[in-house]
């Protein structure tokens, strides 16, 4: 009978461990699960803060003729050997609030980004359409053209490639 109760003890020991065990990756598992939720929440936070300050668009087009044509809209162009312009255009969600903002053009390469041209220019702060005329590429590249407000505080930013014709 003692010979019994130890192999029971032990068993029952075994199986207390294995519960034990068991509890215990469940709630990491848990844990896991939480943060795993709690970061595609702040990832879905961070999208939608994008997606709604992300109203005001900037695109390219070849052209904004006198008649107020978008004309040749795209996002990659082609300029010669001593360089080329585009337009870029502005709509925001609202009136820009302000009297002037700064255009500034950077290019991507395998070092990092490099400013190559930050100029200003003179806008109506009651409208949300603007274009802004003849930014000039030099050399073929990846390039993001960001309008900054001169507080520094972004509008928008749009993205264009350039190649040689």
Known sequence: MSNFTNRFGFIFALFISAVILFACGDKKESEVKKETTKEETTSKETKEETKSSGSNQLYFV????KEGQEVGKS????IGNKGGYITAMLRTSSP???????V?????????????DTKPYDVFPDKSYFFFDKITFYKPGDYTVTVFKKDGTP???GKVRIDLK
Do not use: C, M, P
């Not at 070849?62 to 003729?65: A, G, N, S, V």
């Not at 500034?104 to 190559?116: A, M, V």
């Open 96 to 102: 820009i609030g302000v009297g002037s903002v700064d």
């Open 62 to 65: 070849e052209e904004y003729t």
């Open 104 to 116: 500034r053009l950077e290019r991507e390469s395998l070092d990092g980004t490099e400013i190559i």
């Open 75 to 78: 996002d990659k162009f082609f």
């Open 155 to 157: 509008i928008a930013a």
